[in-house]
Antibody, heavy 123, light 110 residues
């Protein structure tokens, strides 16, 4: 059974950094792309970033480009999101999602989701 | 403000058929397949429809997706109380080189 468990969320001041992690199990981690999707409580979903199986291709939403960095450690079955220069509008529940294919691109979709970790950016 | 437009709400009575629309543009729906996600209250989203109207294992065939031009639709037949949830469309968008989500539709079963 696929399990995705996010961690690293919390309260952080504007301008500071935070690193999210996602521990994956129940599937061959390095066979699939992975993603981060966020949701402001009570609002809709926003795709944040994605990474191919071998980290060779990555993508970011315009809203986080230049501030967030996605990475993965296939040896440890883990996905990460380094978030720098955080803003109030980054406040959201951050979901880790498994891709359906190995590559980053149009053929992919998010077939399993974690329960999310809450990031609150406030002074 | 999402690049995909969904009605904020929809409703139906048990047994009815309801449809949820998702309007986009050439760079997203017009060129790519549309995936749909269901989010039950207080839970993480779940994949509902992917690719060309494919359903993951466990999703009943009461759920179906379709696309015409730059618009897509999710149809739910034989509506049940457990279908009460938020529904999101999400295709790849060539102009952003990533995925875009519709604003979501809250389905109420009366």
């Amino acid at each position: 059974e696929v399990h995705l468990v996010e961690s690293g969320g919390g309260l952080v001041q504007p301008g500071r950094s935070l690193r999210l992690s996602c521990a994956a199990s129940g599937f061959i981690f390095d066979d699939y792309a992975m993603h981060w999707v966020r949701q402001v409580p009570g609002k809709g979903l926003e795709w944040v970033s994605g990474i191919s199986w071998n980290s060779g291709s990555v993508g970011y939403a315009d809203s986080v480009k230049g501030r967030f960095t996605i990475s993965r450690d296939n040896a440890k079955n883990s996905l990460h999101l380094q978030m720098n220069s955080l803003r109030a509008e980054d406040t959201a529940l951050y979901y880790c999602a498994k891709g359906s294919v190995y590559s980053y691109g149009r053929e992919d979709y998010f077939d399993y989701w974690g329960q999310g970790t809450l990031v609150t950016v406030s002074s | 403000q999402s690049v995909l437009t969904q009605p904020p709400s929809a409703s139906g009575t048990p047994g009815q058929r309801v449809t949820i629309s998702c309007s986009g543009s050439r760079s997203n729906i017009g060129t790519n397949t549309v995936n749909w996600y269901q989010q039950l209250p207080g839970t993480a989203p779940k994949l509902l429809i992917y690719g060309h109207n494919q359903r993951p294992s466990g999703v009943p065939d009461r759920f179906s997706g379709s696309k015409s031009g730059t618009s897509a639709s999710l149809a739910i037949s034989g509506l049940q109380s457990e279908d009460e949830a938020d529904y999101y469309c999400a295709p790849w968008d060539d102009s952003v080189n990533g995925w875009v989500f519709g604003g979501g539709t809250k389905l109420t079963v009366l």
